[in-house]
Every structure is written in C-alpha cells, then in structure tokens.
C-alpha cells in the first residue's frame, strides 16, 4: 500500500494480532470512553499532505487506513490495538462475531455479523451493507485509487479482460456478482476463483471489504462523505486541504468492539501544516499542542533541536515501507536507458538529503526485509549504493538526445523532498541526462496512476498490505490489473511483462508460504534485471508527540503511524 497500510509489521508488505486493549469493552458507556488514562478531551493530529480518499472503497494510503478504521470504520475483523508485534498482525474479531471460517482449501469464506451493531443515524449494518460495499470496488470509473483484490478473486467470469460484473452503478453482470457474495441472515459468504487463505488478513488490512449503505453512496461525489459505523463520526464536513473534527458517536456501542480504546471525546485534523511548523509547535510544546500528534517525520534541519523534554516526547521507527522509482515505459522503453538511470542513481546521496540514518535504512529490493519468506537482496542493484556514474556513461553512449531528457515526478513541497530530487538530478546529470524536477504538491497518487501523467521516472512508496509478497509484487508489476484507460492501479511505471505474469500465477498456485517466497524472488530478479523498479530506502518514522498525551503508540498492524485506537489525553 502507497504510505498505506502495513502489516509486516502487517502491512502492504504497501505493502498489510492477540487482543492487548478493549474499546470500553466491559463499560456501559455506548459512546466509548472507559475512564481510562486519557478518556475525554481533545486529540489534535497535525498534518501537512491531504487525505486524497475517505471513501472507504477508495482509501489506499497508510495513514488513513490506519486512522479511519479506529475512529468511524469497522471490519468484519480488524487488527488488535497493540505494541506487542507478535500479536499484531493477527486479526480480532470486529464486526463479525469470529475471524471467519474458512472451506474448500480458501476459496470460500463465512463471516456473521454480530448483534447490536449500527450505523450512525441508529439503523442495524446489514449483510447487505457488506454485499454493496465490495460491489463498489467494481465500479473502476467511479470507485478509483483503491486496493482492487477483490477484482481478481472473486468467483466471477470474465468478459475480455475485464470482469462480466462492472459494479452497482451499470448493474452489468449483476447475476454473477450474486452468485459470488450471498447473504443468508446476519451470515455473508464469500466465493473465490482460487484459495485466499490469508482472506481475513486482507479484511483487516483494508477498509475494501468494509460495509457501506446504498442509500448513503453517491459515487464519486462520496470521497470525503463519512458515514460511520465506529466509535466517532465526522463533524460537519470534511475539507481537502483543512481538515475535519470527531466527535462522539452516540450510535456506536463499546461492548461490541473488543479493539478500540476510544479515549478522547473528540479529535481535530489539522491539515495544510508544514513540517517544520509542526514540529516547531510540537518541540515548544504550548496550549493546544501539547495534546497533539502527527504523522510527519522531524526534519533533518530540527535533529538538533531535538533532546531533553523532546527527546523523551520521541520515537523513530523503521515503517514498513519501501521508497523506489519506478522508470515510465510508456516513454523510457530502451533498456539502455533504464540501465543507465539505475547505474547513476546514488542511493546514499539521496539518504543523506533526507536525513541520514534517522530517516532511511538502505533498500535492496522493492521487498521489505520484514518479509523473510520473499526477501533476497537484488543482484541487480549493486551499484545503487554508490551509484556507478562511468558505467552510466558508457550505456548512454549513442544514445538520443531526445531520450535523455527526462522528467523526474515526485511527492514535492517540502524542503527535505526537493532537496532529494536535487541531489537525484546532480546524479543524473552527472551521466548525461538533462532532468527536468517535478514536485507534486497537492494529491500524488491520484495523479500518477494515470497511464497518460508526464512524466518518465516516476517516484513510489510501498508496503506490504498484509505479510506476504502476493501484496507487493503482483500490486506493483502485474500489469493485467490495469483495468482502465484512466488507471494503471499501482503499476505507476505501466511495465508489463508476459513472463512476470506468468510467474506471479505460479506463485498464487503455491500452498505453502516458503515455495511461494521462492518464485517472488525469481520475480524480483527479473524487474531487476528489466529495471522495473530502482529501490532508494526504507523509510524510517521520526515523531514527536505533545506532554499530555497518553497510551502512544504506534500501529504495527498497518503502517507505524500513531495509533488513535490507543491514544488519548491527559486532563
């Protein structure tokens, strides 16, 4: 998942756990709040980038998954609110009475939902709701931007290359979609076209297969629509580029969430921030701010701001999450090219830029070393380290000025962001290309999963949606899940490769994790050796937090980012 979920931690590797702490589980107060540490107040969470997708279908971004399904979206199961990574990336039951029951060696799937459980305005969440929910996921000109696993599983014929079902708005192939989820009672069942025995850990991972009320959905004029089913509900409405506030939702009842805490009676978002205001408010630690949190890493430039009171009020964390560029072949097609982009590509220049040590670890692979099963470092990329500007040199000998010029899309805006793409470019240029920086400053993902964006190198974060490979490389670098003309998913670079998909449908044959493991580093070598994909780092989490806030920890079921089914604030 892009800086979307993680559960290798668990992620999504983007790229997704035993019970620790109860959501006000044995309280009488149906709005959360146990009397808890931290119970009551005001969270404030701190943030620079925009949320680009709340729509639970369409969210695909770490943090948000995270965030959004501790406060107003719930899961048949979820991942438990725990530090304890033994624990954490093993599903607890949520919204559905257990963590599934699986037959036919995972191609069926059974869930019942429990009793007791509403949606905000007080109406019970129905079978039905889960039913439209992941039809939703079908509608890929609507419903754009999210995790579309349920597209390639789900027992349902296609017509070319494309599924015979095209979602809740067409209604084409609505017949199949019924024979695939049916409802019986509070029961919902699953059908699958092959095993998906780590199903629950999808569930988990994504807000995907989340319930939604038909008579709540308006398409795509729903993507900052919140229609809650959790402990909190959205305040009025939410602003791209602002932010929202939670409040309480008195619909929701605590002695059926075993997960959350739901400590604050309300949380305010704060969007459009920098990173150095941020963290300069949070380092002064004054008023508000000292009930606040954030997902944005301290900036290199503030490292030494950082010691006695702050530095207790600190963490830095490895994410599960692997930075890499992704050449674009639609325009960067000779091999020589991309061979010679990699050679000049500097690993170390581009850690140094964005931190050091504090921020990156060293990335070989486009595979997190979490995963043990699927990782291998890629012989391909040796010289990324160091970078090998001769043998860059060399490979572009001949070559077209034309193809040389290139233009270097990027998740920009920020003083520590820019100056990685500058020292990218010196690289670069250093082997001869003429690069031209592009930083994105509003939404990104959106923007490059358009086959048509400009751009020739693209820039990538990614991890494990839940722990396995089948989350990363198939997401990236399979490119029949390219299902419009409008979306290339998360195959950014629109690389497609007859051979790789064949590998990944080996890889889906094998019923055991290890052999699996084996063909996905098989796979790794191939993009390498196609310069699929050139690995930068793993990003390293670097937070600061407010004095009075309390229970803090972050999420390794999904992304290490601050965990709100824990946190709270002290009076």
């Not at 160091?386 to 070559?399: M, R, Y």
């Not at 820039?459 to 409008?486: C, H, M, Q, Y």
Request: net charge positive.
């Amino acid at each position: 998942m892009n800086k979307k979920s993680y559960s290798i931690l668990a992620v999504a590797v983007a790229g997704s756990m035993g019970l620790a702490a109860c959501g006000g589980g044995s309280s009488d107060n149906k709005s959360g709040g146990s009397g808890a540490e931290g119970s009551g107040g005001t969270l404030y969470y701190l943030t620079k980038k925009p949320a680009e997708h709340l729509d639970p279908q369409r969210m695909y971004i770490g943090r948000d998954l995270s965030n959004l399904g501790r406060l107003t979206y719930r899961s048949l199961v979820q991942f438990p609110v725990t530090e304890d990574k033994a624990k954490a990336d093993k599903p607890v039951a949520d919204l559905a009475t257990d963590t599934g029951k699986m037959s036919d060696g995972g191609k069926t799937w059974k869930f019942t939902i429990k009793d007791g459980v509403k949606w905000e305005d007080g109406k019970d969440i129905t079978c039905a709701d889960f039913k439209y929910g992941l039809s939703r996921t079908f509608a890929t000109d609507v419903i754009t931007g999210g995790p579309n696993y349920a597209i390639g599983f789900l027992d349902i014929p296609k017509k070319g290359d494309a599924p015979a079902y095209n979602g809740p708005y067409k209604k084409e192939g609505q017949a199949e979609f019924d024979k695939a989820v049916t409802c019986e009672g509070k029961t919902i069942t699953y059908k699958f076209n092959k095993a998906w025995p780590d199903f629950n850990l999808a569930v988990a991972s994504l807000r995907a297969f989340d319930p939604y009320r038909k008579d709540k959905d308006k398409g795509d004029k729903s993507n900052y629509a919140i229609f809650s089913n959790g402990p909190y509900k959205l305040q009025g409405t939410w602003k791209k580029g602002t932010g929202g506030t939670f409040v309480r939702n008195e619909h929701y009842d605590a002695k059926t969430d075993g997960v959350r805490k739901a400590l604050p009676d309300k949380i305010e978002f704060k969007e459009g921030l920098t990173n150095e205001i941020i963290n300069q408010r949070l380092i002064a630690d004054g008023g508000k701010d000292k009930s606040a949190i954030t997902d944005r890493s301290i900036p290199p430039s503030m490292y030494g701001q950082i010691k006695g009171d702050s530095q207790k009020r600190s963490v830095n964390v490895e994410s599960p999450y692997v930075d890499y560029l992704v050449p674009n072949f639609n325009k960067m097609k000779n091999l020589k090219v991309r061979q010679a982009l990699l050679a000049a590509t500097n690993q170390d220049a581009w850690i140094t830029a964005g931190g050091g040590d504090k921020a990156f670890a060293p990335s070989y692979s486009i595979i997190n070393p979490a995963l043990t099963t699927a990782y291998a470092k890629n012989p391909a990329f040796t010289d990324v380290p160091k970078g090998n500007i001769e043998k860059a040199k060399k490979l572009l000998e001949g070559v077209p000025a034309s193809e040389k010029n290139i233009k270097f899309t990027y998740s920009g805006g920020t003083p520590t962001a820019d100056k990685q793409a500058g020292a990218m470019k010196d690289n670069w240029e250093k082997a001869g290309f003429k690069v031209t920086l592009n930083g994105l400053t509003d939404t990104y993902y959106d923007v490059i999963q358009n086959p048509k964006a400009d751009g020739d190198v693209f820039w990538g974060g990614w991890g494990a949606d839940w722990p396995s490979a089948s989350t990363v490389i198939p997401a990236l670098f399979d490119s029949r899940l390219n299902l419009t003309e409008k979306s290339n998913g998360q195959d950014y670079g629109n690389y497609k490769s007859d051979e790789v998909n064949k590998m990944i449908d080996e890889a889906a044959k094998k019923t055991s994790v290890d052999e699996a493991g084996e063909v996905y580093k098989q796979i790794d070598k191939k993009l390498g050796e196609d310069v699929a994909y050139i690995p930068l780092e793993i990003q390293k989490f670097y937070y600061l937090r407010g004095s009075k806030v309390t229970n803090y920890i972050n999420n390794p079921a999904t992304s290490m980012y601050p965990d709100l089914g824990a946190i709270g604030v002290s009076k």
